[in-house]
């Protein structure tokens, strides 16, 4: 079955970095948009970046924008997020997720409702 298994999570101080890391299993995984969500306690999920099949297509939410980088290895069916300058605002469960409708395109999806499979997640943490 399909699995997306998240890494790399934990507690970091403000100004830190994580890099968190998601492995995918059971699909194809070239043949997927990945994008990465984070849902804080008593927030709506939201998402923070996405990536086409090959990885020349990328998008991050304005509120990460030149701090968060996402990026894939197809060879190692895995997709990373690159966290950087890292706020207290931050604080969330990471999750992963892929999205088979763009088999046919580069394009990828900001809508959560729109992905096909999810990761657990992974908590990250960031002390002021």
């Known amino acids: 079955q399909v699995q997306l298994v998240e890494s790399g999570g934990g507690l970091v101080q403000t100004g830190g970095s994580l890099r968190l890391s998601c492995l995918a299993s059971g699909l194809t995984f070239s043949h997927y948009a990945m994008g990465w969500f984070r849902q804080a306690p008593g927030k709506e999920r939201e998402i923070v970046a996405a990536i086409s099949r090959s990885g020349g297509n990328t998008w991050n939410a304005e509120s990460v924008k030149g701090r968060f980088t996402i990026s894939r290895d197809n060879a190692k069916n895995t997709v990373y997020l690159q966290m950087n300058s890292l706020k207290p605002e931050d604080t969330a469960v990471y999750s992963c997720?892929?999205?088979?409708?763009?088999?046919?395109?580069?394009?990828?999806?900001?809508?959560?409702?729109?992905?096909?499979?999810w990761g657990q997640g992974t908590q990250v943490t960031v002390s002021s």
């Open positions: 997720a892929a999205d088979y409708k763009y088999l046919y395109s580069s394009g990828y999806s900001t809508s959560y409702s729109e992905y096909d499979y």
